[in-house]
T-cell receptor
Framework: SQKIEQNSEALNIQEGKTATLTCNYT??????LQWYRQDPGRGPVFLLL?????KEKRKERLKVTFDTTLKQSLFHITASQPADSATYLC???????????FGAGTTVTVRA | GAGVSQSPSNKVTEKGKDVELRCDPI?????LYWYRQSLGQGLEFLIY????????KSGLPSDRFSAERTGGSVSTLTIQRTQQEDSAVYLC?????????????FGPGTRLTVL
């Protein structure tokens, strides 16, 4: 099964700075990877999907990269705002075609 | 409704009691997933339903856990003889086709506390 590691430490940053989160995986390289956002007391919400042939994907102030050689995805929040404070989860397909394996998440706090 | 709904939002029960958790997926979504999330942990897959196919129960932690999906829509997760280690947030998600590139739409979860 896939082992997924995200930043174990919570990230505290100043408003306006860029937050960079890492997602490392250890086994087979997936064809794609997803990122979700989870607010306290809520279920995760889908943000982005990046495929193995895409080096980078952007959505508004979010940027995701996918390096299959390093077995790593980086998730960047640029020009961060207090409203970006949440836990961010990466998810990779499991061994079959319908399951996702989720990382434990990285909690980001943006200070005004 | 526009999204996935779950009930109850919170459930406190005594050790040894049975509990039922309900999930209403997005209308038209063929796939439904149940996950468990313990404090500081990632989402732990429990069970997957897809249309009329046999469910994938490979994530259920013990035979005290069971789930049904009636009419391809509403699902109920049942935990019998609850234990303190069952305390967690139980999340339900649905997706259109049930393939892993699909976006999974999550409900708000049920927070289960076993005393």
């Amino acid at each position: 099964s896939q082992k997924i590691e995200q930043n174990s430490e919570a990230l505290n940053i100043q408003e306006g700075k860029t937050a960079t989160l890492t997602c490392n995986y250890t086994n087979y390289s997936p064809a794609y990877l997803q990122w979700y956002r989870q607010d306290p007391g809520r279920g995760p919400v889908f943000l982005l999907l990046i495929r193995e042939n895409e080096k980078e994907k952007r959505k508004e102030r979010l940027k995701v990269t996918f390096d299959t050689t390093l077995k790593q995805s980086l998730f960047h929040i640029t020009a961060s705002q207090p409203a970006d404070s949440a836990t961010y989860l990466c998810a990779l397909p499991a061994s079959n075609d319908y399951k996702l394996s989720f990382g434990a998440g990285t909690t980001v706090t943006v200070r005004a | 409704g526009a999204g996935v709904s779950q009930s109850p939002s919170n459930k406190v029960t005594e050790k040894g009691k049975d509990v039922e958790l309900r999930c209403d997926p997005i209308s038209g979504h063929t796939a439904l997933y149940w996950y468990r999330q313990s404090l500081g942990q990632g989402l732990e897959f429990l069970i997957y339903f897809q249309g009329n196919s046999a469910p994938d129960k490979s994530g259920l932690p013990s035979d005290r856990f069971s789930a049904e999906r009636t009419g391809g829509s509403v699902s109920t997760l049942t935990i019998q003889r609850t234990q303190q280690e069952d305390s967690a947030v139980y999340l339900c998600a649905s997706s259109k086709q049930g393939i892993s590139t699909d976006t999974q739409y999550f409900g708000p979860g049920t927070r289960l506390t076993v005393l």
